[in-house]
């Protein structure tokens, strides 16, 4: 039931903001739920309410006042044990393309994944990969840097 | 040479005018004493001529008041004789003593007039002396005139002399001066020529030399600011270049290049292992 709870929370939620955000989301709405169906409901952001949509009626049905804490606890800990895959970049991406691009990497790599984005426009264009503690750098920067000689040859051919 | 003439031409007529001007107030001089002495002499004759009419006068006066006493005495005694004869003795010792003090008194007066006389002949002959010193002062300043007359003759004649020989000397030192100037001034021409052809035949050497060492060091900055430049270059090339790749590229670059690029590096990861 965890793995399922699991896969289903993780089924649209690609980065570590999102588990963030939408642990809280998903805590606010079966409290909703389940304890306050004459309460007045929690105002949701549209994507969060979408997401929120996108689970089918058995996901929310599991979830009772007995067993939500524990799911909760059990779910966040289970979220947690989940790599993260660190990704910086020259820009901040839309949501939309956060989706596509988290599919595609668990698609490429492994299917339980987190990414985490990470902004330096000093980059320029390209990225930089941290996985596992290690770092590389895929960037346009890194490549200036590596063929630092070569551009410095090109100038100097022009000089003289 | 002009200048030098003119000048020795107006000392010429300056000591001119100077013994002209020394004659002119011997001759002055000169007549002055003799007129000054000519007057005393009429003077002293004048004096004299009185002086003899006033001793003459007086003797005259002496001489008369005397007979005129003795006249008088005689008179009174011829009338006391007259008179009477008694009295003859006392008339006679009375016409003694009488006539004792008429002859007294004339006597005195004789005597009185005898030194007025003499007092008179003895001004008389101080005033002689003194004509006759006036004639020979006169005498003296005749001679003294002629002889000043001459030795003004002599000094002019001497200054002239002198002059003609100054004139002369002066010409000659004038002449040799002006031979030594003249070459004196040709040894420093040409001393000067050559001291400044020296002059400049150094200065040139010496600015060549400047030159070549301030062209020589110019070429060593430019080239020590050409290496620093490069290496400054060098050490920031790959800065500038990102710095305007950065600046250019993100502009440029759409969100499609962007994640193609991203895709890309993934991949490229993936190739290499990276993430497993």
């Not at chain 1, 660190?86 to 595609?104: D, F, H, R, V």
């Not at chain 2, 002062?137 to 004649?157: C, I």
């Not at chain 2, 001066?177 to 040894?187: G, P």
Request: hydrophobic share 40%.
């Amino acid at each position: 039931m965890a793995n399922k709870t699991l896969d289903t929370f993780l089924e649209n939620t690609f980065t570590v903001y999102q588990v963030r955000r939408r642990l809280t989301v998903l805590q606010l709405y079966l409290s909703h739920q389940i304890f306050g169906a004459n309460e007045k409901g929690v105002e949701l952001d549209p994507l969060d309410k979408a997401w929120l949509n996108s689970f089918d009626a058995d996901f929310v049905k599991s979830f009772n006042h007995k067993n939500i804490t524990q799911q909760m606890q059990e779910l966040a800990q289970e979220l947690k044990k989940i790599p993260t895959l660190t990704l910086i970049l020259p820009l901040e991406l839309p949501e939309n393309q956060t989706a596509i691009l988290g599919k595609w990497i668990r698609e490429k790599f492994q299917k339980s994944l987190l990414i985490e984005f990470k902004t330096d426009p000093s980059l320029i264009a390209g990225c930089v990969i941290i996985w596992n503690g290690l770092s590389k750098d895929y960037s346009m920067q890194a490549r200036i840097k590596s063929q630092q000689e070569e551009i410095l040859g090109s100038f100097k051919t022009f000089l003289k | 040479m002009s200048t030098i003439n003119s000048i020795y031409l107006s000392y010429d007529l300056i000591f001119a005018f100077m013994a002209l001007i020394i004659a002119i107030v011997f001759a002055v001089l000169y007549l002055r004493e003799f007129y000054l002495r000519q007057q005393q002499l009429k003077h002293a004759q004048k004096i004299l001529a009185e002086s003899q009419q006033q001793s003459l006068s007086i003797i005259h006066d002496a001489i008369k008041k005397s007979e005129d006493i003795i006249s008088e005495a005689e008179l009174a005694g011829i009338k006391t004789l007259s008179s009477s004869k008694l009295q003859t003795g006392k008339f006679e010792q009375e016409y003694v003593d009488q006539l004792t003090k008429a002859t007294e008194l004339a006597k005195n007066e004789i005597i009185h007039s005898k030194d007025a006389l003499n007092k008179f002949l003895f001004d008389l002959r101080e005033d002689i002396n003194k004509s006759k010193l006036v004639k020979q002062s006169e005498t003296a300043l005749t001679k003294t005139a002629a002889d000043v007359q001459e030795s003004l003759v002599k000094t002019q004649a001497g200054f002239e002399q002198f002059l003609g020989e100054l004139k002369t000397t002066i010409n000659q030192s004038n002449t040799i001066s002006q031979e030594l100037i003249k070459q004196q001034v040709n040894t420093e021409f040409e001393k000067f020529e050559q001291n400044l052809s020296d002059f400049l035949t150094q200065t040139e050497q010496q600015s060549m030399k400047a030159v070549e060492l301030e062209v020589k060091s110019a070429r060593q900055l430019i080239d020590t600011y050409k290496t620093q430049q490069m290496a400054l270059i060098d050490e920031n090339i790959v800065a500038m270049l990102e710095k305007t790749l950065n600046l250019v590229l993100s502009k440029k670059l759409t969100l499609k290049d962007q994640l193609e690029i991203i895709y890309d590096s993934l991949e490229k990861a993936k190739a290499e292992k990276f993430i497993v």
